[in-house]
């Protein structure tokens, strides 16, 4: 079984080392990449930063049994973008319902970006009232120019809502009801997930995302979370990777990454699962 000491972290520590070395080497041929490929080497990209992280804290685990919160903050960001790339292969055949699912994505961000804006006094104490209005409407006028396709009316702050940006179409490819209309959301995107034939038995790893997430937000309901035994967070790290590992190895594969790269991936990969089967026996 799994006990969360040091002979498991440095194999975990190993396992995210093979997987960073194999993204690292997926990548290197691409010198120019279509929207989709750029996607998915944007997020393997992601993933790849945040296991050299946890490989760097697993060094000290458990001697430092207090890092296991960065560490499950990685991981929990790691599977983020694993949930994310596992959604949008699912609109790898139509690359302009792929681009609206992208545009569906951007909403969110440009939302973050228009309470900055709208804050930046916050950025200008000592600025006059004058100053302050002076860069906000610099700052807006940058938006509406690079956010031009996602405005109901040019020069205007209104977003268009996700049915909007989606053509009716490409409605047949949501699984869930009504799924068009919705914004990508990780829950959204997990129920699409959980309904699509093709990636319903990699549902479970929003669930696992979910469980590190509570590392990452505080509720007196969850403070127990940070004392759960080493064995337990250790389970969830395991976890965790063999579903990185998975969506990371089907992205390359959509970017048709040189076989001898997928094909060590996928003995590494093998190799793990065997060794978690022996413990769990």
Not at 17 to 27: C, K, M, N, R
Not at 63 to 89: H, M, N, Q, V
Not at 137 to 165: F, I
Request: net charge negative.
């Amino acid at each position: 079984m799994i006990n969360g000491d040091k002979k498991d972290s440095d194999v975990l520590r190993h396992y995210c080392q093979v997987l960073t070395e194999s993204i690292q080497s997926a990548g290197q041929p691409f010198t120019e990449a279509n929207q989709i490929q750029h996607t998915y080497l944007d997020l393997l990209r992601r993933m790849r930063c945040s296991l050299l992280g946890v490989v760097v804290h697993l060094k000290r685990w458990p001697e430092i049994i207090e890092l296991k919160l960065p560490i499950s903050l990685a991981f929990r960001t790691a599977l983020t973008d694993a949930l994310t790339g596992l959604y949008l292969a699912t609109f790898n055949d139509d690359a302009q319902a792929f681009q609206h699912e992208l545009m569906v994505l951007d909403i969110e961000y440009f939302k973050y970006v228009k309470t900055i804006f709208e804050n930046t006094a916050l950025e200008m104490p000592t600025a006059s009232a004058a100053e302050i209005a002076q860069e906000e409407q610099t700052r807006w006028t940058t938006l509406y120019q690079k956010a031009e396709h996602l405005l109901r009316v040019p020069g205007e702050p209104q977003l268009k809502s996700p049915e909007m940006l989606r053509e009716p179409r490409h409605h047949y490819l949501f699984q869930v009801p009504n799924g068009h209309t919705r914004p990508l959301s990780e829950k959204d995107m997990f129920h699409h997930i959980k309904a699509h034939p093709a990636t319903q038995h990699l549902a479970r790893l929003y669930i696992v995302q979910r469980h590190l997430s509570q590392q990452h937000h505080y509720a007196p309901a969850n403070r127990d979370f940070i004392q759960l035994p080493p064995a337990i967070d250790c389970r969830y790290w395991f976890e965790a990777l063999v579903y990185v590992i998975e969506i990371s190895g089907m992205l390359m594969a959509l970017l048709d990454v040189h076989q001898p790269v997928r094909q060590e991936l996928g003995e590494h990969q093998a190799a793990l699962l065997d060794w978690l089967a022996d413990r769990a026996e």
